[in-house]
């Protein structure tokens, strides 16, 4: 670990933490075990990623389109993060980490709004690692929104339309300082980005694995950095022209 730090470390590192549900059931397990089961994989990543010196971590825990699964699943994933936010939220005051969310909060069950809230409002001053949830989250709905709140700015004349770039746009999205992501990571062997901050992984290098989310560990974790370090970023430039030559 130590070579690994802040040596080229992303500064935003994104992750779709899929694969819970078959990870349950090659184990005779229920979909919900595995849901259960990847919560303290959540754990390990946010406190490795914080050890390694990253800027932003966000993880896509559930999506606009998970609401349409079984009510029983639904409500056992609903259940999680009040438990969660109870048990982790000291430490991250403690180290400084600042906790944010991303999608549709009104969807959510009154007890998870709350306690997202109450994470949200607690860790407000800090400065460290920015811990992003998309909860209730699609990327498209997020873009639909933006475009709505802009229309409404511009409606009191609050912008202009000539002035619209694509800095201005993003500002309506809902993290306004949330960096493109640098690492997006998908577990569970999916090779797709679903739903999934589609207007922040513009060049984002993307490293999907096999291994199922209750599974994966600061170990996979640190594989993908290094696999992210062995990529030649090059933005639409030559190569030539990245290396300086
Ligand atoms: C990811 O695991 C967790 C959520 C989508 C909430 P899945 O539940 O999608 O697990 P698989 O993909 O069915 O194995
Ligand atoms: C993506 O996983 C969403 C989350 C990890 C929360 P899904 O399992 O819902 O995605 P698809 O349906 O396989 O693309
Ligand atoms: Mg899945």
């Known amino acids: 670990m130590d070579a690994l730090r802040n040596d080229r470390i992303p500064n935003h590192v994104a992750v779709i933490m899929d694969g819970n549900g078959r990870w349950a059931e090659r184990q005779g397990l229920e979909r919900t075990d595995g849901h259960r089961a990847g919560v303290e994989s959540v754990r390990q990543i946010v406190r490795a990623a914080n050890d390694l010196g990253v800027g932003w971590l966000t993880l896509y825990a559930f999506s606009s389109e998970n609401w349409s699964r079984p009510k029983h699943e639904v409500e056992l994933l609903m259940s999680l993060p009040e438990a969660y936010f109870e048990q982790e939220l000291p430490e991250a005051i403690e180290k400084n980490v600042r906790i944010l969310s991303i999608g549709r909060d009104d969807r959510l069950p009154p007890g998870v709004r709350k306690s997202l809230g109450h994470a949200r409002e607690q860790t407000a001053m800090n400065s460290g690692m920015r811990l992003v949830f998309a909860l209730s989250y699609g990327s ?8 709505s709140r802009l229309l409404k700015d511009h409606e009191i004349g609050a912008i202009d339309p000539e002035a619209i770039d694509e800095k201005t746009f993003a500002a309506y999205l809902d993290q306004p300082e949330m960096p493109d992501v640098d690492l997006l990571i998908r577990t569970g062997g999916e090779q797709r980005v679903s739903n999934f901050l589609l207007w922040q992984i513009a060049y984002a290098e993307i490293v999907t694995t096999e291994c199922m989310w209750p599974e994966f560990r600061r170990d996979h974790l640190e594989e993908a950095i290094a696999t992210f370090r062995s990529r030649e ?11 300086g030559s």
């Open 140 to 147: 498209r709905g997020e873009i639909v929104d933006a475009v």
């Open 233 to 243: 970023r090059r933005f639409g430039l030559t190569s030539a022209q990245v290396r």
